[in-house]
């Protein structure tokens, strides 16, 4: 779906709907530019989700994402705003440690997001990887570490 086509069809849903608790929209980094922001929030769009994954290109790179150039969607948020901004984030990618996830973590509160979402890596068999996937213990302590970081600079859950 292209930006500039959300307005038509915001303004279908607006005749059959009434919209009272904001639009949402899952974005790929790449698409996060200050013609496309505005484009979507003149559309009606209050909400953003961009899917990361990582800033760290070791993670990026096995999850076969790459060449990603932060600073212009970064640029573009700071620009644009919106209700809510939310990054998401893949963890539990072998070798990620709580300290590259809190580094991706406070890089997204830096540059514009207002949420974050954090998402075990989930390998589906049909997918050849060159990796070993984390244990289900590595798993689990990576999460009690951020659940710590996430206490101590009182950020809220609001899901699991």
Not at 35 to 53: F, N, P, Y
Not at 69 to 98: H, K, W
Not at 150 to 155: H, S
């Amino acid at each position: 779906m292209v930006a500039h086509e959300i307005h038509g069809i915001m303004e279908t849903v607006s005749r059959y709907f009434e919209i009272t608790e904001g639009v949402g929209l899952e974005l790929y980094p790449a698409d996060v530019t200050v013609d496309k922001l505005r484009m979507l929030k003149e559309a009606g769009v209050t909400r953003i989700s961009i899917g990361v994954q990582s800033f760290g290109e070791d993670c990026l790179k096995m999850l076969g994402r790459q060449g990603h150039v932060y600073s212009i969607m970064f640029d573009a948020l700071s620009r644009v705003s919106f209700e809510t901004v939310a990054m998401d984030f893949i963890f539990a990618l072998p070798g990620q440690t709580a300290a590259s996830l809190q580094a991706d973590i406070d890089t997204a509160f830096a540059n514009g997001a207002n949420h974050v979402a954090l998402y075990p890596f989930i390998d589906f068999t049909m997918n050849r990887r060159d990796f070993k996937t984390m244990s289900e213990a590595g798993k689990r302590a990576l999460m009690d570490q951020m659940e710590e970081y996430r206490l101590e600079r009182g950020y809220v859950r609001d899901s699991i």
